[in-house]
C-alpha cells in the first residue's frame, strides 16, 4: 500500500555539512545531506516536516525545530527551536539549556521517530504546549489558538473578529478584548453570543425549559415580566419578602383631598375582581358618601356593615382604610372612624349631632287638675314636658272627676274615677274602671258597690277619650246633664298634652266640671 508521506519522512536520514556550536540559537543555520536510508537516493524533506534529531544514540543527542529549504541536494535548516526535551515531560516544548550540544560536519541528522512525535501530541494535549496552528473540524472555521488547551482565539473587537472570521460556523468561539467577552457564534439567530446567554429562541416560557433573567427590585416592584436580555424575570426571594411586608402592591396613600378617593399602585390590576383587597390612608375625612378608585379604574362605591352608605365621619384624615370589592362594591373592612350612625345620634340627642342629652329611663310623673265650666263649654289642655327625645311608648292616667251644679241654689256633686293607659301604638286610651259615686242631690260622695253603678255615669271609650257624664241634681235630670271627656293630644318627642274637654248638652248655665289628673310617662 502506499505511505504517505508523514510516514515516509521517518526514512528520511542524512550527514551534517556544517557544524554547530552551543552557542546556536533561534535563527542559526547548518547545512546537510539528506538521503533515504532504505535506497540511499537523496531526498528532499517535506516542507511540514520540522523536528530533526542530530546524533541520535550518543551524547551529544538533540532534538530541534527548523525550517528548511534544498538546493543542489544541500538542505539549509533554520533554527525555530533547539535542546527540545528528549522524553515525555510536562515542560513546554521550549529550549532547555542543558540538551543545547556542539555538533559536527558528518554527525548524523534525521527526522525524529514516531515516539517523539507521541511526546510531543500529549504535551500539547494536556496543556502543557501550544498547539502552532488553529484547530477546527472539517468544514469549521478556526477558533483555538494561543497558549494552553483553554485558550480561545483573541481580537480586539467584533470589527476584527468579524474580518478573521467572514462565515462562522455554529459553536465557533472566541475572544473579544473589547468588550472583555468569551463568545460562541449560533447558527440559530446567525449572531454570535456571550458565553452565559443563550439565543432567544431558548429563553424559558410557560411551556419551554430555558434561560430566565434575575429581576432588579425596581422590576419585582413593578411587576415587569422580561428583562434587558428579552428573558423572562425571576424575583429573588428578598424582593418578594419586601413587597409583601410592605404590602407593595396592594397598600397607596390616596391624595386627592375629597372622598372621592384614589390610589396608583405599582401594577395596575386589569380590572377590579370579587375578592380583591385594596389599603389606602384617607387624605381628607369623608362628608358622605365616598368613591374609590384605583388606578384610574372606575369609582367605586365604599360601604360600611356590608351595604350602608357611609355617613359623614366615618372616615377620617389620616385613617388607614381596608376595603374588599365585593363584586359591585367596595365593602369597608376596617372599623368605621365614628361607631354611631346619625339615627344613633339623633336618638341620643335632641336632634343635634354633637350634644348629648340625659335620657330619663325613670317616668314622668305629676298630677294636674283640668277646670271648666259649662256656661261656656269648652277645651282645657295642661301641656307635659318629658324631654325624652322620642315619642313616649306608655302612659298611664289616673283620674277623679266631680260635677257640681248651683242652678237650684243647692250643691249637687257626681264624681268618678279610674285608671286608663296609653301603648305608645296609637292613640287609644284604654280604660279600667274602679269605681264611682252618684249621690243624687247629697252633698257628700262615697263608694257605691258594683251593682249600685248607674248605667248613665259608667265612663266609656270613644274615640280615643274616655267620656263620662254628669247629671247634676238627680242620676235620671238630664235637664242638668254635661259630659266631661279626658283624652290626650298632641304626644310628640318632648311634650304631650292632658285635654279636658266639657260639653254643654242642655243649655244649663250653672254647672261646672272639675277634677284631678295624675299622670306616669315613661320613655
Request: glycine share 8%; proline share 4%; with cysteine.
Amino acid at each position: 500500500m502506499a505511505i504517505s508521506p508523514q510516514f515516509a519522512e521517518t526514512s528520511l536520514t542524512g550527514t551534517l555539512t556544517s557544524s554547530l556550536s552551543t552557542a546556536a540559537t533561534v535563527g542559526t543555520t547548518f547545512t546537510a545531506k539528506m538521503n533515504d536510508k532504505n535506497t540511499g537516493a537523496s531526498r528532499t524533506p517535506n516542507a511540514n516536516t520540522r523536528l530533526f534529531s542530530i546524533g541520535r544514540g550518543t551524547s551529544s543527542y538533540e532534538i530541534l525545530e527548523c525550517t528548511h529549504s534544498t538546493a543542489s541536494g544541500v538542505t539549509t535548516f533554520t533554527i525555530v527551536a533547539n535542546g527540545l526535551p528528549l522524553t515525555y515531560s510536562t515542560t513546554p516544548l521550549t529550549t532547555v539549556s542543558a540538551n543545547v550540544n556542539a555538533h559536527f560536519a558528518g554527525d548524523e541528522i534525521s527526522v525524529v521517530d514516531i515516539a517523539t512525535y507521541l511526546n510531543i501530541i500529549g504535551l500539547k494535549l494536556n496543556g502543557t504546549d501550544d498547539f502552532s496552528n488553529a484547530l477546527k473540524y472539517s468544514g469549521q472555521a478556526a477558533s483555538f489558538t494561543g497558549a494552553g488547551r483553554t485558550n480561545l482565539r483573541s481580537f480586539a473587537d467584533a470589527t476584527a473578529r468579524d474580518a478573521a472570521i467572514p462565515s462562522p460556523q455554529d459553536g465557533d468561539k472566541c475572544k473579544l478584548v473589547s468588550p472583555v467577552a468569551e463568545q460562541f457564534y449560533d447558527a440559530g439567530t446567525a449572531s454570535w453570543q456571550t458565553n452565559g446567554t443563550v439565543s432567544a429562541v431558548n429563553d424559558a416560557s410557560t411551556t419551554v425549559k430555558g434561560i430566565v433573567e434575575v429581576a432588579t427590585t425596581a422590576e419585582t416592584l413593578a411587576g415587569t415580566d422580561t428583562g434587558g436580555t428579552s428573558a423572562k424575570l425571576v424575583a429573588l426571594p428578598s424582593d418578594i419578602a419586601k413587597n409583601v411586608q410592605n404590602q407593595a402592591h396592594v397598600y397607596a396613600d390616596d391624595s386627592v383631598g375629597t372622598d372621592s378617593y384614589a390610589i396608583t399602585l405599582p401594577v395596575t390590576p386589569a380590572a377590579l375582581a370579587a375578592g380583591q383587597r385594596f389599603s389606602f390612608k384617607a387624605g381628607t375625612a369623608n362628608t358622605g358618601g365616598a368613591t374609590l378608585a384605583v388606578n384610574g379604574l372606575a369609582a367605586t362605591p365604599i360601604l360600611k356593615f356590608h351595604d350602608q352608605a357611609l355617613e359623614t365621619g366615618d372616615i377620617e384624615s389620616g385613617q388607614i382604610v381596608d376595603v374588599e370589592f365585593d363584586g359591585t362594591n367596595f365593602q369597608m373592612q376596617s372599623p368605621v372612624a365614628s361607631q354611631m350612625s346619625t339615627a344613633d345620634v339623633t336618638d341620643l340627642t335632641d336632634g343635634g349631632t354633637t350634644t348629648l342629652h340625659t335620657h330619663n329611663f325613670s317616668p314622668v310623673m305629676g298630677t294636674i287638675e283640668p277646670v271648666g265650666t259649662t256656661s261656656t263649654a269648652g277645651v282645657t289642655d295642661r301641656t307635659i314636658t318629658h324631654s325624652f327625645g322620642s315619642t313616649p311608648s306608655y302612659i298611664k292616667l289616673k283620674f277623679n272627676l266631680v260635677g257640681h251644679d248651683a242652678s237650684t241654689g243647692t250643691n249637687v256633686y257626681l264624681s268618678s274615677y279610674g285608671e286608663a293607659t296609653f301603648d305608645g301604638s296609637n292613640s287609644l286610651l284604654q280604660l279600667r274602671w274602679l269605681a264611682g259615686a252618684n249621690n243624687g242631690n247629697s252633698q257628700t260622695s262615697e263608694p257605691l258597690a258594683d251593682d249600685q253603678f248607674p248605667s248613665v255615669i259608667s265612663p266609656a271609650t270613644t274615640g280615643g277619650a274616655i267620656s263620662q257624664t254628669i247629671y247634676a241634681g238627680s242620676a235620671d235630670n238630664n235637664s242638668q246633664a254635661i259630659r266631661i271627656t279626658l283624652s290626650l293630644a298632641n304626644i310628640g318627642t318632648s311634650t304631650i298634652d292632658i285635654r279636658l274637654t266639657i260639653t254643654n248638652t242642655a243649655g244649663q248655665t250653672n254647672t261646672t266640671a272639675y277634677g284631678e289628673v295624675s299622670y306616669e310617662i315613661y320613655p
